[in-house]
């Protein structure tokens, strides 16, 4: 039994108090911007406006993994959203993503800007553009694009759900913390059954699947997420263990988790990306997927 009264919720919800906990500056029930504030653009076809959370490296990753098979027309500029300052709500972003979320993408390789938003749709966009990590067969297609959306329909879970009530909830709750567990403990499940039969999630080849589910489920697998690997017994799951290091081990990978960085070892932090080249200053060893 929780200690706290027990909550009658009111017949209309009002917006009277701040949520509390960490991030709670970020939340508020209304869209829009809050201020004026042009974004910044840079030299190359593509402006990626982001930060280094998980939704943040699957774009990342993908974008190092193109340039790596010669793509040059994915050359890109990445631009850091500080959402704790309010970045996500100046004007210029919100044009980009009405929804004020990271990342966000600019595509000015056309006669015309492209707006895209959401990690996933960003996903398809530069898969289908470039012609990579996205299969062309229809069922290997449909099974790629099944786990990209799978992982867009849980990672709520994990994140807004266990994630904020095991780390960031202003106290410890009970009831939601185990509720949150089950479930996300059901879909390591689900991903170990699959890497037990499958090298990658949509097959042998390596996919915007695993490119998507990797910063989250690889990330909670190697400890970097909420400091839960041990509450949620993460080892055990042998096949997401195997199939996060075999994707943490891919040097493009490992620059992407660079990208729009803002906490760990500074050496692994590249807050801006504009160049091949300002991964120079930072040491290869350095670039392993470390905390």
Known sequence: MSDQPEYTPPKVWTWNKASGGRFASINRPIAGPT????????????????????????VTVMLEELLALGHAGAEYDAWLIKIGDGDQFGSGFVAINPNSKIPALLDRSGPTPIRVFESGAILVHLAEKF????????AARAECLSWLFWQMGSAPYLGGGFGHFYAYAPFKMEYPIDRFAMEVKR?????????AESAYLAGPDYTIADMAVWPWYGGLAKGWLYGAAEFLDVASYANVQRWADAIGARPAARRGRMVNRMQGDPASQLHERHDASDFDTKTQDKLAPAT
């Open 131 to 138: 012609g990579a990590f996205l299969p062309t067969e229809a």
């Open 187 to 195: 879909q390591l499940d689900v991903l170990d059954r699959r890497l």
């Open 35 to 58: 201020h004026d504030k042009e974004l910044p653009v840079g030299r190359h076809p593509l402006q990626l406006y982001s930060l280094g959370t998980p939704n943040g490296v699957k």
